[in-house]
């Protein structure tokens, strides 16, 4: 599996910004798929998470209701809409996938992207 992420950039605090990630593999529809990120010098933080059908979302606290993962397994694609950024949400996001567990609240994935930066000004 390989994963391809972009849409990072700058964006004003307030600002709202959207991530994707391509996949491979013929099988994306069944793969669990999830968003992280990690700030410089701090640890990896579970963003949000969505099912293979993109019927169960799971999101960390810091985001929820701000962000939105999506999925169009037509495109084999995953996205990350983010609204009313605040500078504490500057970091290299990253997305997973899991083709083996449906387990949503599972942090642990086999497969990552390289990461794309996203930077809020105040």
Do not use: H
Not at 15 to 20: F, H, I
Not at 27 to 56: D, L, N
Not at 78 to 104: F, G, H, K, R, W
């Amino acid at each position: 599996v390989q994963l391809q992420a972009s849409g990072g950039g700058l964006v004003q605090a307030g600002g709202s910004l959207r991530l994707s990630c391509a996949a491979s593999g013929r099988t994306f529809s069944s793969y669990r798929m999830g968003w992280f990120r990690q700030a410089p010098g701090k640890e990896r933080e579970f963003v949000a998470a969505v099912s293979w059908s993109g019927g169960t979302k799971y999101y960390g606290v810091s985001v929820k209701g701000r962000f939105t993962i999506s999925r169009d397994n037509a495109k084999n694609t995953v996205y990350l809409q983010m609204n009313s950024l605040n500078p504490e949400d500057t970091a290299v996001y990253y997305c997973a996938a899991d083709p083996y567990s449906s387990n949503i609240a599972d942090p642990s994935y086999p497969y990552w992207g390289q990461g794309t930066l996203v930077t809020v000004s105040s």
